[in-house]
């Protein structure tokens, strides 16, 4: 069904019929619980608690020495974050969040080449959030921070953190140009 087709039917139904409908989905599904509860109630705070709590357990997921944490549970986990729309910053918080504690990680698991993809893309896509939104300067300043910081990570992945922060850069440049 199509979104026309669905705001066609919602406009043929009446009061009392929508608000059962509302009901019935809130019953249903916890993700239209938990995405009802943060419309009537935005609790940003409550929201970024969860997604740390969710980020940490995968994180910590692991077997003789080598990290089992899924990127695509991580990028899910960003997602769900941005789908209740609690502003960029927040989101770009998430990301920072979530890149810090792959640091942490790095130095304690041996992580496999698809959780440095994912890292990779985790920084990526926050410097190009921070781009569109005019947060350039903070998300650069804080990645560097992060990459200058000699208790986070081994110092060839801070090094890597570097390149990535300058190498993202330069082809947001490049594209302007």
Not at 9 to 27: H, P, W
Not at 129 to 145: M, P, R, S
């Amino acid at each position: 069904m199509s979104k026309l087709q669905l705001k066609k039917e919602l406009n043929s139904m009446s009061k009392d019929q929508l608000a059962e409908l509302v009901l019935d989905l809130y019953s249903a599904r916890k993700e239209i619980k938990e995405y009802l509860e943060f419309f009537l109630n935005p609790n940003v705070e409550k929201l970024v608690e969860k997604f740390r709590k969710n980020v940490d357990k995968e994180l910590r997921r692991s077997k003789h020495g080598y990290s089992k944490a899924r990127v695509s549970g991580l990028k899910r986990m960003v997602n769900d974050v941005s789908s209740f729309s609690p502003g960029v910053d927040t989101v770009i918080d998430c990301y920072l969040y979530l890149i810090k504690e792959l640091m942490y990680l790095e130095r304690y698991l041996n992580l496999p080449g698809a959780l440095y993809n994912g890292f990779n893309y985790f920084v990526e896509q926050s410097i190009l959030l921070a781009d569109a939104d005019g947060y350039l300067d903070k998300i650069v300043t804080q990645l560097n921070d992060l990459a200058n910081n000699d208790g986070i990570g081994r110092q060839y992945f801070r090094s890597h953190l570097k390149s990535l922060i300058q190498a993202t850069i330069d082809s947001l440049k490049s594209s302007l140009s």
